[in-house]
């Protein structure tokens, strides 16, 4: 069955730090990758996505780009803030499994001033 | 405002009590979850809803009852819980068939307390 594996946490790092959460999965057929953001109290909200091989998503300053030779999904952010402290999940959806998404564990950042 | 409204935000209820958890969703879609979130473990995936009627059941208690009564919400009925029931509870709901393009949208959790 599909599986997302994410590094273990928790991370910690110190504010402008560049960072790498790595994300590596497994899939029956050719699946979407997401990054999922969980802020201290709150639920899980879109980081970012990419479609098909190859693709970058992007947004507020983190990046992940798909690649498909290496089954692998890293996210990354050249200089980290306090404010990104959060929980980091790593999810796919894979159409030719009922695409429901299946999610890594997460991953914990902490961002010291 | 994520698009899916969960409430309440916390709830703290004994042993003995019977509470329900709600979430709302108005973004047109028609399917939707209830998952656990417990300290230092990973995501749960409790019941899945597509088009209102149940289509996953992943051998959770009967003390959670989920309720499904259109489109737009989905209830997660409480009773007789345990301590190891507390947890923070999250709603996410998305159209089924377009996951691959948009994922699931998700409210902001339910923090539940059970003594």
């Known amino acids: 069955g599909d599986s997302v594996t994410q590094m273990e946490g928790p991370v910690t790092l110190s504010e402008e730090a560049c960072l790498t959460i790595?994300?590596?999965?497994?899939?029956?057929?050719?699946?979407?990758l997401f990054w999922y953001v969980q802020y201290p109290g709150e639920g899980l909200q879109l980081l970012l996505k990419?479609?098909?091989?190859?693709d970058k998503g992007s947004n507020k300053g983190f990046e992940a780009t798909y690649r498909k030779e290496t089954t692998s999904f890293h996210l990354e952010k050249g200089s980290v803030q306090v404010s990104d402290s959060a929980v980091y999940f790593c999810?796919?959806?894979?159409?030719?499994?009922?695409?429901?998404?299946?999610f890594g564990e997460g991953t914990q950042l902490t961002v010291n001033p | 405002e994520t698009g899916v409204t969960q409430t309440p935000r916390h709830l703290v209820m004994g042993m003995t009590n019977k509470k329900s958890l709600k979430c709302e969703q108005h973004l047109g879609h028609n399917a939707m979850y209830w998952y656990k979130q417990s300290a230092k473990k990973p995501l749960e995936l409790m019941f899945v809803?597509?088009?209102?009627?149940?289509?996953e059941n992943n051998s959770v208690p009967s003390r959670f009852s989920p309720e499904c009564p259109n489109s737009s919400h989905l209830f997660l009925h409480l009773h007789t819980l345990q301590p190891e029931d507390s947890a923070l509870y999250l709603c996410?709901?998305?159209?089924?068939?377009?996951?691959?393009?948009?994922?699931?949208?998700f409210g902001s959790g339910t923090r539940l307390t059970v003594v």
């Open positions: 790595n994300c590596t999965y497994t899939a029956t057929g050719y699946p979407s």
């Open positions: 990419a479609t098909k091989a190859d």
């Open positions: 809803y597509s088009l209102e009627e149940r289509v």
């Open positions: 999810a796919l959806s894979d159409s030719t499994s009922g695409s429901r998404l299946t």
């Open positions: 996410a709901s998305s159209q089924d068939g377009a996951q691959t393009a948009y994922g699931y949208t």
